[in-house]
């Protein structure tokens, strides 16, 4: 069992920066940042495998760094150059699958944390 608890949402203006931080308890293979905006369905954000390899949703290449300290156990995400439509409720994931699946489904992933809200006004 993982246990996952996110923190670092808050309101900015377009163009500004966050990192969002999820501490996890327990191991865990991949780790990844949702998101899930009013309406829409939840959407892969970032992922990160054991070994360093990660996975970025398109929308956010180039803006988003996904990163992990094993040290710590805890998921980052710095988020830079915010923009109005990367509002919505983001969500750290975990699993233990090592073979061959899709990262950005969060159907991937059995274990969820409890979100943290970002609001990026313009």
């Known amino acids: 069992q993982v246990q996952l608890v996110e923190s670092g949402g808050a309101s900015v203006q377009a163009g500004g920066s966050l990192r969002l931080s999820c501490a996890a308890s327990?191991?865990?293979?991949?780790m990844g940042w949702f998101r899930q905006a009013p309406g829409k369905e939840r959407e892969g954000v970032a992922t990160r495998r054991a070994g360093d390899t990660t996975v970025y949703a398109d929308s956010v290449k180039g803006r988003f760094t996904i990163s992990k300290d094993n040290a710590e156990n805890t998921l980052y995400l710095q988020m830079n150059d915010l923009k109005p439509e990367d509002t919505a409720m983001y969500y750290c994931?975990?699993?233990?699958?090592?073979?061959?699946?899709?990262?950005?489904?969060?159907?991937?992933?059995?274990?969820w944390g409890q979100g943290t809200q970002v609001t990026v006004s313009s």
């Open positions: 327990g191991y865990s293979y991949c």
């Open positions: 994931a975990a699993n233990n699958y090592q073979g061959a699946y899709m990262v950005l489904d969060r159907r991937s992933y059995p274990y």
